[in-house]
């Protein structure tokens, strides 16, 4: 892997807890060090909010899929109008 | 979702949904509200599923129904401080306009790289291996699979760098 991406895993590694606990403190001197690195870990932390915002989003648009799937079916359809009506 | 988990959902969506619309009829909610909670609650279901975090006490009917009720009655204001099950983070960030802005930055990285979000969603969020991936998404192995995890990653931060930058 090219050094970029290196460090990349080496942010993930940060970011997932997987480093152990020399690893963090050097890592984190490295970020009072570096306004880059700090950025760089900065931007990927929100990085994973996005991929779980995506990731519940295809979800819930299975689910959608499900719910209306279930709709088709009579006696699921009707209970629910029964419920609401 | 495979085809028998999705089944499995199915199953327990028919089986569970129509006890919990009937509670949140009874307790003046619509059917709307009473869906949107029962998939946050499946959502939550699913997710500690896939960690291996999930801790059944009873039936999985019963700890859906349990859920969607707090997400219903916080959905409506009403139990601020009714506890989530463990382990599980909610993506949404309190502040409006931030949450505004990931929406958005969240869609301009859909249009231009929704394959490589696929990707990241596979490894971080289904917790597929990367041998998983390497089949999934057409790979040769698992090596050139990490490294495109990693240039994917690279770029959805690049644009996060990006719209930060244009913002100040």
């Not at chain 2, 601020?80 to 382990?87: A, E």
């Not at chain 2, 969020?125 to 041998?131: A, I, L, Q, V």
């Amino acid at each position: 892997m090219r050094n970029e991406l290196q460090e990349t895993a080496l942010i993930d590694r940060y970011l997932l807890g997987r480093l152990d606990e020399e690893e963090t403190r050097a890592f984190e001197a490295d970020m009072i060090m570096s306004h880059s690195l700090a950025e760089k870990v900065d931007a990927q932390r929100i990085a994973h909010r996005l991929i779980l915002r995506f990731a519940r989003a295809c979800e819930r648009s299975r689910l959608e899929n499900i719910y209306r799937q279930l709709l088709n079916d009579n006696g699921f359809a009707r209970q629910l109008k029964e419920i609401f009506a | 979702m495979n085809k028998l988990q999705e089944d499995a959902i199915l199953s327990l969506y028919k089986d569970t949904f129509p006890d919990l619309a009937r509670m949140v009829r009874r307790m003046g909610g619509t059917l709307e509200e009473a869906k949107d909670s029962f998939h946050d609650a499946l959502l939550v279901y699913m997710e500690k599923e896939k960690t291996g975090t999930l801790q059944l006490h009873s039936t999985p009917k019963a700890y859906l129904l349990g859920i969607a009720r707090i997400m219903w009655l916080r959905s409506r204001g009403k139990a601020s401080l009714s506890p989530l099950p463990d382990g599980y983070h909610p993506a949404d960030v309190p502040d409006t306009d931030a949450e505004e802005q990931e929406q958005s930055l969240l869609k301009g990285i859909i249009l231009s790289g929704r394959k490589c979000l696929e990707l990241l969603k596979a490894f971080y969020y289904d917790h597929f291996s990367m041998d998983e991936i390497a089949g999934k998404f057409g790979y040769n192995g698992r090596r050139s699979a990490t490294v495109q995890k990693y240039k994917c990653l690279e770029k959805v931060r690049e644009n996060i760098k990006q719209a930060h930058t244009y913002a100040k």
